[in-house]
């Protein structure tokens, strides 16, 4: 497999950096845990969006497009790093973001997120909940080339083969700087939601013989729907790589257990989460994603999941932005 083969805008900031955590290891009295930072992709507050965007933009310019759509909930962290791509190469970008929560305070509506599509001359429509987002999104793609744009559509959260080539790159990566540190990986988990992310670890992973086991925690989907879905997007990723065959289902492992109440809605582990990588590392999770996935590494930890000599890289996939879209959710008035 040969990631130039595929055309690519390098933006992001790599390598990412592989750091160990040291308070929040001896807080939780081991594994070691290291955190792979893809919050410090770069483009405007970072996240993994970037890396997949690097594939997918590269492939609108080439189809000559002057407007980019995508689509994702409110406070989407895809659709804010697709406006700041957009926006670098001088593309329009125009959002559908659905209302999954329900939520009507100002924050959630219009800070976070929302506020820096809007920096990034991003326009946007609100939908309900439940539509097929990406079937909107054609329509109004429709209309708008109608009237005479080139729109390149990119499906929620950057997950179809194109944007699964930058997970994969991110399995060379991260296999490269664990070997430069004499870094034996037991184990890799992160949040898991519209499947890219996942899709292209493993895809790399399996293409490398890495023989680390990757655990998704979903953010949304039932394990089993969460790990077919996956599977799929794998399966496709590694044809268009040449490498047909390289995943079997049994290597996709999704945890549903920290999903809480839905997609969107914040969970009491996630918040807990949130302030102790915060107050123990300095590090910024969200509310939405990296929080329910570092809820789950957290949980699984003390219930004894992982050998205390193990080594766990947590992928840390960014999404602080939305912090000032939740900010309702935090509590603080207990440490007054
Ligand atoms: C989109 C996103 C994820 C999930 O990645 P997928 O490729 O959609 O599965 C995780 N964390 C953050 C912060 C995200 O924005």
Redesign the pocket.
Known sequence: MHLSRFPRLRLAHLPTPLEYLKRLSEELGGPEIWIKRDDCTGLSTG???TR?LEFLMAEAQIQGADTVMTQGAVQ???VRQTSAFAAKLGMKCHVLLEDRTGYTDDNYNHNGNVFIDLLHGATYEKRGPGLDMNAEMEVVADKLRDAGSNVYTIVG???NATGALG?VDCAFELLHQANDKDLVVDHIV?????????AGLIVGLKAMNANIPLL?IS?RAPKETQEENVYKLAVETASKLGCDGVVNRDDIVANSDYVGKGYGFPTEAGIEAIKMFAELEGILL?P???SK?AAGLIDLIRKGSFKKSDRVVFIH???SASLFGYTKHFDFADKA
């Open positions: 996240g993994n969006k997949k989407s962290n895809h959260g950057g997950s997970y992160h949040a898991t939601g519209s499947t890219g992310t996942q998704g953010v969200d939405v994603y990296s996935g996939t960014g999404g």
